[in-house]
């Protein structure tokens, strides 16, 4: 019984080893719990602020969307904005010349581009427009993904709807908040227009660079057809342009506009948006820009015509069509004439600037060139400057004299000298003492009758050309000597329509009246063809035609020009400094007389010769008139027997002088030194 309790007892009793065991084991249980436990812990604390800094930024980023539509006008007072109106210029030939305002062409429906044209936009742009709500989710974590590997802002994810909201309402600027509000506005006008329309006011819209806003313009601008015209190549490029205008202008850089289009008709294949026979025939025969003629001095023209435009039809609020009298191939004449004359000798002469006009003897500009380099200086020099003319302006004080009963064969003491010969030679002396004779009131009231606009100041120095006027109105004023004795106010608008054809404005014939009598005509128009014959422009003469002109050189050499005509244009030329500093005695007989004379060949080529008025031919000028001979010389001749000469004076010929105002003239007559 003893021996059963005892082994009993070391039965129950517990093992030593077990004991030890166990008493390993149990702590290793407790110290995973703890671990586990801490574990559990740190995951429900990173939960909870990851859910904590989730809240704060959803709140940042609802706060800032809030704020962002804060600053918006109410949603329910927007409205697409209407579009700037555009002023197409065209030439004489119908073609257009530049446009004014935002470049855009006439907003054109969907329905009337070839499918690809449109689709080409999504193939590039957004190819799941047509199934997201204005924002591309997809789209934006790609870009985002693109930035963060190429540690930059490389793509942008905006859709078409927010590229739209941004074209329509916002600025260019790249901010957050800019952003923001875009996304505001798309989800708006996703809500407000269907899919369809969103599209059509985006092609209608984007800006495709060089001045071109809209798809109907980018393809007059770069391809010289309608949009609806555009093959699939075309639209490609177009497509492609979008995404950087100024970088991938086809106008500007043909090789990366190229790429680029390749680029979008891959993206076209790829969506099924062009059968791959297509993309192939439009990759072997890529798309060209058009070359267009420079717009340089044309600006000076529409700078001009803008001014005016109000004028003559009122606030613009709708696209016009301006048709004017402006002759393309005459106005890159004048300004390849101007600018490449100066490139020549303009440093060597110290004349930096210069301007050209060129009108029909009724009114009408044909050519006008401001200035040298319109994108370095807007300033009109033709309209706006007012310089000195110097001996330009003494046809008004001879044509004064005539009508008071001179001739052309009157003497006048310089050695002595007809008039005919002081006017040819450009003799200050004579001028002078003719205006005194007449009066300088009575010389101003004839400037002022032929088209001078300009307050004269009447005083003896007037004959000189002292007044200073506009390179157009001095022009204007010689007109009547090439038309028979009419007024003449120039013009260059002809005729103003809108897109849809409704005549708003057409310039009327010019019935102003004679205001110079035939014979003074015919004896003015001797006298100044002399000039070109034997005178200070005898550089200015045109082979088979009969022309005339008088040449003008102001006080230490400021101003040098050279206005001349025949009966088929008129053209004045002024060059000199904006500063009115003095150039390197650069005279009307030299560079100006190069200049018309290289504009008037190109502008007569073809034309149909015209006489003079009073003159009764267009005379050989090698032999209209005899050489000048020192004084006392045997006379070469009469000019009675002159072709085209009706006053058959006995020609006195004296050593040629001084042929510009230089000052000196004006301190020996009125006793300056």
């Not at 989710?137 to 909201?165: D, E, F, M, Y």
């Not at 003719?434 to 001078?452: C, D, H, N």
């Not at 028979?484 to 013009?491: E, H, R, V």
């Not at 040098?560 to 500093?581: C, I, P, R």
Request: hydrophobic share 45%; net charge positive; aromatic share 6%.
């Amino acid at each position: 019984m003893a021996l059963r309790k005892g082994k009993a007892r070391r039965a129950h009793a517990p093992d030593a080893g077990s004991h030890s065991r166990a008493s390993e084991r149990a702590p290793s249980k407790r110290g995973g719990s703890k671990r586990n436990g801490a574990a559990r812990s740190a995951l429900r604390r990173l939960i909870y602020w990851s859910l904590v800094l989730a809240l704060w930024a959803l709140i940042a980023v609802v706060g800032t969307i809030a704020f962002a539509v804060s600053t918006l006008p109410p949603i329910q007072t927007l409205e697409v904005p209407k579009r700037p109106p555009t002023i197409e210029i065209v030439g004489t030939d119908g073609r257009p010349l530049i446009t004014r305002g935002e470049m855009s062409g006439t907003d054109i429906s969907i329905k009337e581009l070839p499918p690809y044209l449109p689709r080409a936009f999504v193939a590039i742009e957004d190819r799941r427009f047509f199934s997201h709500f204005g924002i591309d989710p997809i789209g934006l974590i790609r870009a985002a993904a693109a930035n963060v590997l190429r540690r930059g802002v490389s793509q942008g994810g905006s859709t078409i709807t927010q590229q739209l909201a941004k074209n329509l309402f916002l600025t260019q600027e790249r901010t957050l908040w800019r952003k923001m509000q875009e996304v505001v506005l798309a989800l708006w006008l996703e809500r407000r227009f269907s899919k369809t329309e969103i599209l059509e006011l985006y092609l209608n819209r984007v800006y495709f660079g060089s001045g071109a806003y809209g798809v109907e313009a980018a393809a007059q601008r770069y391809f010289g057809k309608p949009a609806r015209e555009v093959k699939v190549a075309e639209a490609a490029m177009l497509a492609g342009v979008v995404k950087s205008p100024s970088r991938l202008a086809p106008s500007r850089n043909p090789d990366g506009a190229e790429r680029r289009a390749r680029a979008v008709l891959a993206a076209m294949t790829e969506l099924g948006f062009v059968t791959e026979t297509m993309a192939k025939s439009a990759l072997a025969q890529p798309a060209h820009a058009i070359k267009t003629a420079g717009t340089g001095s044309l600006n000076y023209v529409a700078d001009w015509i803008m001014d005016v435009l109000d004028d003559l039809v009122g606030r613009v609020e709708q696209d016009l069509v301006v048709e004017t009298s402006i002759d393309p191939t005459l106005q890159a004449a004048a300004e390849k004439a101007l600018t490449d004359e100066l490139a020549l000798k303009g440093q060597k002469l110290d004349v930096a600037q210069g301007a050209l006009v060129a009108i029909t003897p009724e009114g009408a500009v044909r050519a006008m060139v401001g200035g040298r380099n319109y994108a370095e200086s807007q300033f009109n020099r033709a309209v706006a400057a007012k310089r000195q003319p110097g001996s330009a302006f003494k046809p008004f004080v001879y044509l004064t004299a005539l009508e008071r009963g001179l001739t052309p064969e009157t003497v006048r003491e310089d050695k002595p000298v007809t008039l005919t010969q002081a006017l040819a030679l450009s003799l200050n002396t004579v001028a002078v003492r003719l205006t005194l004779e007449v009066g300088p009131r009575a010389v101003a009231k004839t400037a002022y009758r032929l088209g001078i606009a300009s307050k004269l100041d009447a005083n003896p120095s007037l004959a000189l050309g002292t007044s200073e006027v506009s390179l157009i109105e001095l022009t204007c004023a010689y007109a009547p000597f090439a038309n028979s004795g009419n007024a003449t106010m120039p013009y260059v608008v002809a005729r103003v329509r809108t897109r849809a054809g409704k005549i708003l404005f057409t310039h009327a014939p010019q019935k102003l009246g004679r205001i110079i009598e035939p014979r003074h005509i015919a004896m003015m128009n001797a006298m100044m063809r002399e000039t070109l014959v034997s005178g200070t422009a005898q550089r200015a003469q045109l082979p088979g035609w009969a022309a005339a002109g008088k040449t003008g050189t102001s006080q230490d050499f400021r101003d040098a020009w050279f206005v001349g005509y025949t009966g088929h244009l008129v053209t004045g030329v002024w060059l000199g400094n904006d500063d009115s500093s003095p150039t390197k005695k650069a005279t009307g007989g030299a560079l100006p007389v190069d200049i018309w004379s290289r504009f008037m060949k190109v502008a007569h080529q073809g034309a149909a010769v015209a006489a003079l008025p009073g003159l009764s031919a267009a005379p050989s000028l090698a032999s209209a008139v005899p050489s000048i001979a020192p004084p006392g010389a045997p006379a070469d001749g009469q000019l009675g027997n002159q072709p085209g000469n009706p006053f058959g004076a006995q020609a006195i010929r004296p050593q040629p002088i001084d042929r510009g105002l230089d000052g000196w003239f004006l301190d020996r007559l009125f006793g300056r030194r």
